[in-house]
Structure formats: structure tokens, C-alpha cells
């Protein structure tokens, strides 16, 4: 079993759906977690980050992490068509020399 | 702002021949980062360097090797190289090692090897 569990998708949405990514994972350690967006033929960019337990807002962008339940979220708010793109997830332990680990990625379609 | 830079942006290899992926960032980060991107296997980390003059071994560093350059660069090359690495190669660099410190990418080399 992966540390971090994600549906890979495709998921397709009509523009101005709510959106909901998820990822599962195994370590109760994972402490920071991390949405990164990558479009076609770039590299990822961070679009949100949270510690520990939360929500966490940013615009039409919203990132929950459930501890208990071992499961994050990234909400998107009336998606646009700019927000088709592939959703990798990441997270990491605390302390020094903890690498992230990632998500396989979520690809999304917002169709106008 | 250039953030992370990475060349060639393509790159079209030969079985065995060699070739070195050039990074570059200039946000005077400590630690940098190599991974390679296939679908269905996602990010998987090759080497990583925490801090100039140091590297070591990620995920999948067979076949590959790393030179740290100095703190703005960090070098991936491909002594004999193989179409299983055929692959996506991003270049990443962050503040430290470490969950709090989250990393930045480069926008790829898109390798092919025959």
C-alpha cells in the first residue's frame, strides 16, 4: 500500500462546479500537507499548504486536512476553465531530512 | 523572477549515449532536488542535495548521477543512458529539507531515449 493514496481521475466538471480533490494516507506522522498544480507541460506549483489539523483558505481555494480520518481535501470554488490541470498532493513528517511525499495526481477539466 | 531553471527544455538520446540536465535557481535556496515524472508512477525523487557539498540518493538513483555545483546548481547526468529513462525530469530546489519548507520546480526536460 502507497503512504499517499490518490485518484488519479480524469474528472470532468461544467465551469462553476465545486470541485473536490481528496488524498488518503498511512503515516499518523505526516504533519505538513501540501495541493501543488501543474498544467500542461509545466512543473508543479504550490497552491496551498497547511499544518496539522484545518481548514485553510485562499480565494475560490480551500484546503482541509482531517487527522483523524487520515484524508485531505482541496476544494475549488466556481472553477474555471484555467483551473484544468493535474492536482498532486503532498505531505511530509516533521523534523529536519523529511522529504515529501507525493500524490500520483487528480486530472481536472473544467469545461466552459 | 526566474525561480528555477532547467535546460534543455528536449532532449532527443541514442541507447548509451551520455547527456547532463543543467539546473539553475536563483532564491538562494540550500537544498535542491531531481525527479523524474512518468504517468501512472508520479514524482519520484532521484538524488537530492540538502545543502552544497552534499547529495544523496533518492527514490530511484540508478543510472544517474549528481554534481553539486555550487548553491545555485545542481547537475543530472546520464552516463550510458537507456529508453526505461525515458521520462520527465524536473528539477526542484527549497529553503532546507524538511516538511515545513516547501519546494519549488522548474518547468521540465522532456528526455527521449531510442
Known amino acids: 500500500q502507497k503512504e499517499v493514496e490518490q485518484d488519479p481521475g480524469p474528472l470532468s466538471v461544467p465551469e462553476g462546479a465545486i470541485v473536490s480533490l481528496n488524498c488518503t494516507y498511512s503515516?499518523?506522522?505526516?504533519?505538513?500537507f501540501m495541493w501543488y498544480r501543474q498544467y500542461s507541460r509545466k512543473g508543479p506549483e504550490l497552491l496551498m499548504y497547511t499544518y496539522s489539523s484545518g481548514n485553510k483558505e485562499d480565494g475560490r481555494f480551500t484546503a482541509q486536512v482531517d487527522k483523524s480520518s487520515k484524508y485531505i481535501s482541496l476544494f475549488i470554488r466556481d472553477s474555471q476553465p484555467s483551473d484544468s490541470a493535474t492536482y498532486l498532493c503532498?505531505?511530509?513528517?516533521?523534523?529536519?531530512?523529511?522529504?515529501?511525499?507525493w500524490g500520483l495526481g487528480t486530472s481536472l477539466a473544467v469545461n466552459p | 523572477n526566474a525561480g528555477v531553471t532547467q535546460t534543455p527544455k528536449f532532449q532527443v538520446l541514442k541507447t548509451g549515449q551520455s547527456m547532463t540536465l543543467q539546473c539553475a535557481q536563483d532564491?538562494?535556496?540550500?537544498?535542491m532536488y531531481w525527479y523524474r515524472q512518468d504517468p501512472g508512477m508520479g514524482l519520484r525523487l532521484i538524488y537530492y542535495?540538502?545543502?552544497?557539498?552534499?547529495?544523496d540518493k533518492g527514490e530511484v538513483p540508478n543510472g544517474y548521477n549528481v554534481s553539486r555545483l555550487n548553491k545555485r546548481e545542481f547537475s543530472l547526468r546520464l552516463e550510458s543512458a537507456a529508453p526505461s529513462q525515458t521520462s520527465v525530469y524536473f528539477c526542484a530546489s527549497s529553503g532546507r529539507v524538511g516538511g515545513n519548507q516547501p519546494q519549488h520546480f522548474g518547468d521540465g526536460t522532456r528526455l527521449s531515449i531510442l
Open positions: 532564491m538562494n535556496h540550500n537544498s
Open positions: 503515516n499518523s506522522a505526516f504533519q505538513y
Open positions: 503532498a505531505m511530509s513528517a516533521a523534523g529536519n531530512n523529511r522529504k515529501l511525499i
Open positions: 542535495s540538502a545543502s552544497e557539498g552534499t547529495t
